[in-house]
Structures are given as C-alpha cells and as structure tokens.
C-alpha cells in the first residue's frame, strides 16, 4: 500500500503554513518554471486577463459607430481596423474577451462546486444512491459537450448569464466523475483509515483528507475546463444563443465577419486569433501544472 508521505504531499498546502508546506510550493515552482511550454501558457493566460480586465477601460467605446471609417484595414488610428459600422476592432476584442473571460471562470466555478461536491459524496459513500445517480451522469456524458451546452442555452434563453449557467451545468458530469474517482482511491489510504479510527466524522475526513488530496486532479480539470468553456460561449454566441448585440463578443465577431471575409478578412482572423491563442494558454498551463503537482515527478 502507498506510503502517508507520497498520497499527502499536496494535503498541507495552505493549511498549515508550516515549513514543509513551503518547501512543496516552492519544488511545485521549480518543476513548473523548469517546462518553457508550460511558462508560454501562463504568459498567454495572464496576457489574456490583463486585456479583458484593462482593455475596456484604455481603449474607445467597442459600441462607438463611425459611418466614415467603415471596413477600414489596420492603421495606426485602429491597429486592428473597423468592422462594419466603424467600430474599432480592437477595443471589440478587447470588451470580447472580458466576456470569454466571465463565461470561462464562472461556468467552470459552477461546475467544479458541484461537481466536486457530488463526486465526493457519491465516491466516499458508495452504496445504492451512487449506482443510480452514476447511471444518470453516464446518459449526461453521453451527450457532447457543446450539443448539450446548446440545448440548454436553447431552453433558458440567449444572454450572458443563460450561457454561464448553460456551460456550467453541461461541465458538471466530467467533475463529478474524476472526483468520485479521487475519492474512492483516497478513502482507500491508511491516513483515512486511521483518521475513521480516532472517530473523524465523514464531512470532515472528506474536507480535511480527500479533498486536499485531489486538489492536483481538481486544478488541472480547472484550467482544462475554462478554454473549453471559452470555445462553448462564442459557439454559442455564433450561433445566436449566447450574448446579444451591440454586446461583443468574439463569437459575435465571427458571425458578423461572414459576410465580409472577401473584402475584410481580418473581421475573422483576429478574434480567431484570440480564440486560439487563449485556449492554448489554458491547455499548456493545465498540462504544465499538472505536471508540476505530480507527486511521481523528481525534477
């Protein structure tokens, strides 16, 4: 059976404050700053996050309409050009990832609350109610995830808010899955069996011992859920079901970019540039901690 030290290296992060806990983070940074892909991400990410929380506040108004600079290319008056109506393309980019941002964290903060506390309960506690209420997440991951995203929106309705809930809730059947499978590896380990014999309660084995335990797995799952939610609320934006204009949104952007990829290419190229290069800082950052928080890993 496996040893308390290797299954708890990551249970006393931030918990106790102690010297050990502060060694781990710092060998978890090393490990990190060690993979260049890895560091490519979280630059990207950070990037990302310093537009969407600043760009709206440097740049002109996203809404602004200018009938004399319609479909201008990129100059040095609009770096990216204007669409249209004369809205300046870049400041739209801006204002759009501020929503991608929004709909990327909140969806995957619903979906990782429940899901990782049913997936906790149902893996601790096994039984009768884990089988059936198993079997009803098996016929929700049969569905992809973006149909499913889109039949939510459908039935709520198109705006920012129904899409968070729509991508949240169609995220929630992957959590539950990898945390009742980290709780039903953990529960097995003899620093829980000990804790059952010193009479811990089970909230407090599954707060205190699981939890802490699969932080890694719930980290990484985090950071491979916000891009995917990312791509789900401009599909749905593309499709006339997420947020609506003169709102911006980069799905928004595409739509409207159809009708004119001939004569203004760049109305599609930069938000998909902005797609791609955010979902890359997610999926590179997610690949390099889960790396880093890997309890197997010597460098």
């Given at each position: 059976m496996t040893s308390v030290p290797k299954t708890t290296n990551l249970s006393t992060f931030g918990a106790t404050g102690s010297r050990k806990s502060q060694a781990q983070w710092r060998r978890v940074m090393r490990r990190f700053l060690k993979r260049p892909l890895a560091v490519i991400g979280l630059v990207l990410v950070v990037?990302?996050?310093?537009?969407?929380?600043?760009?709206?506040?440097?740049?002109?108004?996203?809404?602004?309409?200018?009938?004399?600079?319609?479909?201008?290319?990129?100059?040095?008056?609009?770096?990216?050009?204007?669409?249209?109506?004369?809205?300046?393309?870049l400041s739209r980019i801006a204002s759009g990832a501020r929503v991608s941002l929004l709909a990327g964290v909140l969806s995957t903060t619903i979906a990782m609350v429940i899901g990782i506390t049913?997936?906790?309960?149902?893996?601790f506690y096994r039984g009768w109610f884990d089988v059936v209420f198993m079997r009803i997440i098996d016929v929700m991951l049969a569905f992809p995830f973006l149909i499913f995203a889109v039949g939510l929106a459908a039935i709520l309705g198109a705006s920012l808010t129904n899409v968070i809930i729509a991508l949240g809730v169609s995220q929630i059947p992957e959590v539950v899955r990898i945390a009742r499978g980290e709780a039903m590896a953990i529960r097995e380990q003899e620093f829980v069996s000990g804790a059952v014999a010193d009479g811990a309660r089970d909230f407090t084995i599954m707060?205190?011992?699981?939890?802490?335990?699969?932080?890694?797995?719930?980290?990484?799952?985090?950071t491979v859920a916000i891009p995917g939610a990312i791509i789900g609320e401009a599909t749905l934006s593309f499709l006339g079901?997420?947020?609506?204009p003169p709102m911006a949104s980069w799905g928004i952007m595409l739509t409207s970019a159809q009708q004119f990829l001939a004569q203004a290419p760049y109305l599609a190229l930069f938000p998909g540039i902005a797609i791609a290069?955010?979902?890359l800082g997610f999926n590179l950052l997610g690949d390099g901690l889960r790396d880093a928080l890997d309890p197997k890993e010597k460098r």
């Open positions: 990037a990302f996050i310093l537009v969407a929380v600043f760009g709206p506040l440097l740049l002109p108004d996203p809404n602004k309409q200018d009938f004399a600079t319609l479909l201008q290319p990129p100059s040095l008056a609009h770096l990216l050009g204007t669409d249209d109506l004369g809205r300046d393309v049913l997936g906790l309960i149902t893996g707060a205190r011992y699981i939890a802490p335990n699969a932080a890694s797995a719930f980290i990484v799952q985090a079901l997420g947020v609506q290069l955010t979902t």
